[in-house]
């Protein structure tokens, strides 16, 4: 499969489940270019960015599997061709 570059942004509403998000960007190491993370501590929200590149397949199981946790909401955009 041919691999795109693209972008994942992490909304985390519940800090508590930081526990739940990090492992999971840890298994998913091989696509992540880079990773930024902003503690929004006066709007009660944290933001994490993640520039990829991989799979349609790999992308979409991190999206996924992060946008599963309650209280968080994760979204991809990936270019159209490699």
Do not use: H
């Not at 509403?13 to 298994?27: G, K």
């Not at 501590?41 to 992060?66: D, F, Y």
Request: hydrophobic share 45%; charged share 20%.
């Amino acid at each position: 499969m041919e691999k795109r570059i693209g972008t994942i942004t992490i909304l985390v509403t519940d800090r508590s489940q930081a526990a739940q998000i990090n492992p999971i960007i840890s298994d998913y190491s091989d696509i992540i270019l880079c990773r930024q993370g902003l503690p929004f501590q006066q709007r009660a929200v944290a933001v994490i960015s993640l520039i990829v590149e991989g799979t349609v397949n790999r992308i979409n199981a991190l999206t996924g599997t992060v946008g599963r946790i309650q209280g968080v909401e994760c979204k991809a955009v990936m270019t159209k061709a490699s």
